[in-house]
């Protein structure tokens, strides 16, 4: 539908107006006869338009434009039209027999541009280096200016092991980034792996919500219980969502039966639905603390929003994304399908989820961020102005969207020399990222006796330099130093992630996870689910870090590059 837009973009803006606007409110005139002479005026310009304008028109394709008008005037990204064609290619490509390829990707298109919400665990995007907040620029050499999410997601998926060009725009960087990415097979674990830390704290990282996850969490919870289950760290961050019958299901582990999980409200009949749990809890002494971040979304909120309405666990992290809205798929003539958002969803408090449009492009933009260790955005925590509410015990959590957690952490960020450095690496993060993977194999490879908890000395450093001068990525010696406990911290979970897996690599990095540090010492430091509450109050700030003012970045006082 991207062919549609002309230079008929006046007469159309016109023609919706006159549908959308209410223009026609006359004295004596009822409602539905108002929509009858709208209709008819918008039909009149649409005839006027086709037979008369100095050059020849489509009339399919102003029809087209009108209807893109209309969603666009919702101001909602989720509420899309989509095309016949595109539609049964789709239906193809994600059936049961058809081999599906794709880039691994959750994108939408916001003010006509295509942005990433989050590479998916595991698949070839995430691996190349794509990042959230990314915007496509172009897909197989074609501008993608304009798309909407169907068109891009149609030119991103194909066969597996076939290739696709894409140039990726990345907030705080001059230049578009060029990558190819090997379409592939997306099958990914929902629990990749569980762990069991000091002091009996168990850790479990739910990584989407699939098909299996509910069973995946309990596989996890039951090995964790045979070993000594003392509490539990629940990780939901990067977690995109997925399906509201597993967000629903996990969180029915935690609580006691008929406690409410989450509730639909929209206008149309059947769009109200509340969801309450059914099945006595499996561990229901068990101390929880549930981490999220800006990239938990969807039916990670559902979970992390009933358990702590409900006063079942601590919330720890940042604020999430605030994606809390129904889509509905409804069936239109030629063969179209129209996705409507028709609901939202509320907490068990009465807390909507989905977080205001505009708050989530100034987070996406990095508005009042530094940068993490990992190489993302880490926005200050700050509540102000935000709606108040009780939970079912009494505690004040925050409502206007998205997850306020109960106890903000700022996870380790880099200085501001340090940001703008990897930013200038940045500018040619194909090659950064390609090179990493690559030696990474190689160091693997050159060192069979590895074990968890290595260190890369200064020869390693000067080893992926000159790779990456070979390789054609062009930086100074000075750029590279003030970028190394980045690139350090990059190197060594990518050696681990090819030496041991999932949880070789999570074994290696997790003493640098703020979060997940005070989870679980706050854990260990509680007897039951309130005197966790208890403990995290006397939590003042993280420490290890001086919180500066405004959009200035972070300044770590730990995390020293080791030689």
């Keep these: 539908m991207r062919n549609g837009r002309s230079v008929l973009a006046p007469f159309l803006v016109l023609a919706v107006a006159m549908v959308t606007g209410g223009w026609f409110l006359q004295k004596g005139v009822s ?114 200016l304009g798309w909407s999410t169907d068109e891009a997601a149609e030119q991103l998926r194909g066969t597996p092991d076939t290739s696709i060009d894409v140039v990726i725009g990345r907030p705080g960087v001059a230049d578009p980034i060029p990558f190819t990415l090997v379409r592939a097979v997306i099958e990914i674990r929902s629990v990749p792996f569980a762990s069991m830390l000091e002091g009996g704290i168990g850790y479990i990282p739910l990584q989407l919500f699939s098909e299996t996850s509910t069973r995946e969490v309990r596989e996890a919870l039951d090995s964790l219980g045979r070993e000594g289950l003392q509490g539990l760290i629940l ?56 981490l999220v971040n800006e990239n938990s979304a969807s039916a990670s909120e559902i979970v992390a929003g009933a358990l702590q309405d409900h006063d079942r666990a601590l919330v720890l992290g940042a604020r999430s994304f605030g994606k809390g809205s129904v889509q509905t798929l409804y069936r239109l003539s030629g063969g179209n399908v129209l996705r409507l958002t028709t609901a939202r969803w509320f907490t068990p408090s009465g807390r909507s989820i989905q977080k205001p449009h505009e708050e989530q492009q100034a987070r996406r933009a990095g508005v009042g961020a530094a940068m993490g260790l990992a190489g993302g ?149 509680s007897e039951g689910p309130q005197s966790l509450f208890r403990a995290a109050e006397l939590v003042q700030q993280p420490r290890g870090f001086a919180l500066s003012s405004g959009s200035e970045a972070l300044a770590t006082s730990g995390g020293s590059d080791r030689e």
């Design 235 to 290: 990780d939901l961050r990067q977690n995109p969502g997925g399906l509201l019958d597993q967000g629903v299901a996990i969180a029915d582990m935690f609580l006691d039966v008929g406690a409410g999980i989450v509730e639909t409200r929209g206008r149309a009949r059947g769009q109200n639905e509340s969801f309450n749990a059914v099945r006595p809890q499996r561990f229901p002494d068990l101390p929880l603390v549930v």
């Design 377 to 525: 955005s880490v926005t200050l925590p700050d509540t102000e102005g935000q709606p108040t509410f009780d939970s079912m015990g009494g505690r004040t959590i925050f409502g206007g969207g998205g997850i306020t957690p109960d106890l903000a952490v700022v996870p380790d960020t880099l200085s501001r020399a340090e940001a703008e450095a990897v930013l200038a690496l940045y500018r040619q993060a194909a090659i950064l990222r390609s090179e990493i993977f690559n030696h990474a194999v190689a160091y693997v490879q050159a060192h069979p006796g590895l074990a968890p908890g290595f260190d890369l000395a200064r020869g390693d450093f000067q080893a992926f330099y000159t790779r990456l001068e070979k390789a054609g990525l062009e930086t100074d010696r000075d750029t590279f130093g003030q970028a190394q406990r980045f690139i350090r911290y990059q190197l060594e979970r990518e050696i681990a992630l090819q030496a041991w897996g999932p949880a070789g690599r999570f074994e290696q990095t997790r003493d640098s996870d703020v979060q997940l540090l005070e989870a679980a010492e706050l854990l260990r430091s």
């Design 31 to 144: 409602q539905d006869e108002n929509i009858y002479l709208q209709i008819r005026l918008f039909q009149e310009v649409v005839d006027h338009v086709a037979d008369r304008f100095v050059d020849p028109v489509d009339r399919s394709k102003l029809y087209d434009s009108a209807v893109e008008g209309v969603l666009k005037e919702l101001d909602d990204p989720n509420s899309s039209f989509i095309d016949a064609k595109t539609w049964e290619s789709f239906r193809f490509r994600s059936g049961a027999d058809a081999e599906y390829g794709g880039v691994g990707l959750e994108i939408s298109a916001r003010e006509d541009v295509i942005t990433v919400i989050t590479p998916i665990p595991g698949g070839p995007a995430i691996r190349a280096g794509i990042r959230t907040g990314d915007h496509i620029v172009e897909i197989g050499g074609e501008s993608a």
